[in-house]
């Protein structure tokens, strides 16, 4: 996977990857819901807005706003085999992106998922 990240990311080492995916694994199980970001996506935006719109409380890191960010998106990849934003963990579990996200909300799956983690409550649901 290195060449994968020297080619797409030319200042990037393993070091910065490997402290980025630290990083962003301690963000993601330091709260129920996280979503990595870009402040300009539209799929950023539309996945922000169902999690507000069923009332989850979730943490956002905008990858364009952040000295690391891509590192970070690269040690997504790593991670998680996606590099794209939004990239969603709900209760640590990665979920994906857009598509993913509101496939689950379609199918009725979202907000049991946001409740056991306790992102949102029994009566906001």
């Not at 996606?82 to 979202?110: E, S, W, Y």
Request: one cysteine or more; proline letters at 2%.
């Amino acid at each position: 996977m290195g060449a994968l990240f020297s080619s797409t990311n030319k200042n990037l080492n393993e070091a910065d990857i490997k402290m980025a995916l630290e990083k962003a694994k301690h963000l993601v199980s330091s709260t129920p819901v996280f979503v990595f970001s870009k402040t300009y996506c539209g799929y950023c935006n539309r996945v922000k807005q169902l999690l507000k719109q069923v009332g989850a409380a979730f943490q956002v890191m905008e990858l364009d706003q952040e000295t690391d960010g891509d590192a970070i998106q690269a040690a997504l990849l790593e991670w998680t085999g996606q590099r794209t934003v939004p990239n969603v963990f709900i209760g640590g579990k990665h979920i994906g992106g857009c598509d993913a996200v509101m496939a689950k909300h379609n199918q009725g799956q979202l907000v049991p998922m946001l409740v056991d983690v306790k992102a949102i409550t029994e009566q906001t649901a």
